[in-house]
């Protein structure tokens, strides 16, 4: 238990993915003139380096949020191990040469923590990503609360120190308490206005259905919340009925949900030249939102084709996007 960190994924296709949904839920639910309450149950540490010994170690950041700004100067490693910025030209964003508005609204909120980065474009700039904590926080105004759930130790201690430095007092609180519990103390919340952010590790194959109890749970409680869910697309059976089962909860509760999936690349094994089998990563990854704002589904419309024209790595790149309800 607890070897996830999240630094070694920050800014990994699946938080293009996760985070740009984050952005545009955020963007439309704080454009109400009524107070919202923002749940994160996995918070993760808030902030993490791009230039730090974690991402730099895994480099996903390079095929993720660095690719969805090759069209710009996107940093990328030499053969003696240099960075050096290049200009990327040899991907075509699908249908038009500009970004779709979620993506860059996503942009935005990245040069915000980034002020070199803001002001030259330049992605050899960008430093510092923000976890879904930060994003949340950017939207909010002063009668929203931010309540933030991580068990792990260094994590949890990172995003308090990263939390108090905001200085936005009780706005914003931290705990380190389990999120699927904690969740139910909350729901439903005084301002009857809520989004919930449900994004596990799923290091432990009980976590698939931690989620799918927590959001029945949570939609008992509180019918008409925001639930967000995020989770890997692996060959897994958990992996694969977290969607069913939510769809399930969503249908028999009369609510309306939606699903996005993006893949960037095949799932299978690949041998290498000795013949030793090379995991290929993690190869796609979903979003289940119930009660999605009806706006969501035109945003994800537009800048899904573009994730997959920018970040896909093989033919077998392609999104999905259902909803109901
Ligand atoms: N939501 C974050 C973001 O988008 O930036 C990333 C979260 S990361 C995928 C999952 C986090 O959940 C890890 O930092 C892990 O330590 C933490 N965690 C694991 N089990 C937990 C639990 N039961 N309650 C709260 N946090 C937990």
Redo the contacts with the bound molecule.
């Keep these: 238990m607890?070897s996830?960190?999240?630094a070694f994924?920050?800014g990994n296709h699946a938080?293009v993915l996760?985070?740009t949904t984050?952005v545009a839920l955020m963007k439309y639910l704080t454009a109400k003139d009524t107070a919202l309450s923002v749940i994160?149950?996995?918070?993760?540490?808030?902030l993490y380096r791009l230039d730090g010994d974690y991402t730099e170690t895994s480099g996903e950041a390079r095929e993720g949020v660095f690719k969805l700004l090759s069209k710009e100067k996107t940093p990328q490693k030499t053969p003696d191990g240099q960075k050096k910025p290049v200009l990327n030209a040899t991907k075509k964003v699908a249908s038009t040469d500009v970004l779709a508005p979620a993506l860059q609204d996503y942009i935005h909120v990245l040069r915000g923590l980034n002020p070199q980065f803001a002001e030259t474009g330049e992605a050899a700039h960008l430093k510092i990503y923000?976890?879904?904590?930060f994003i949340e926080q950017q939207f909010l105004s002063g009668r929203d609360k931010l309540k933030l759930?991580?068990?792990?130790p260094t994590?949890f201690k990172s995003l308090s120190g990263n939390i108090e430095q905001l200085g936005v007092g009780r706005q914003v609180t931290v705990a380190r308490?389990?999120?699927?519990e904690?969740l139910k103390t909350f729901l439903p919340p005084p301002a009857r206005r809520a989004m919930v952010?449900c994004?596990?590790?799923y290091?432990m194959k009980s976590?698939y259905a931690r989620v799918s109890a927590c959001m029945a749970d949570a939609v008992k409680r509180f019918a008409t919340g925001t639930y967000v869910v995020?989770y890997p697309v692996i060959p897994r059976p958990e992996a694969h009925d977290l969607p069913r089962k939510l769809k399930t909860l969503a249908v028999k509760a009369s609510r309306s949900w939606l699903h996005a999936v993006l893949t960037v690349k095949s799932s299978k094994l690949i041998t290498d030249t000795d013949g030793e089998v090379i995991r290929p990563g993690l190869p796609a990854s979903g979003m289940f939102i119930i009660n999605p704002p009806h706006t969501l589904k035109a945003d994800l419309q537009a800048a899904l084709p573009q994730m997959v024209a920018l970040l896909g790595q093989d033919r077998n790149a392609g999104f999905t996007l259902n909803h109901g309800g």
């Design positions: 607890f996830y960190r999240h994924h920050a938080d996760k985070h984050l994160d149950t996995h918070a993760g540490a808030g923000p976890g879904s904590p759930f991580e068990l792990h994590d308490e389990d999120g699927f904690a952010l994004d596990p590790s290091e976590d995020w």
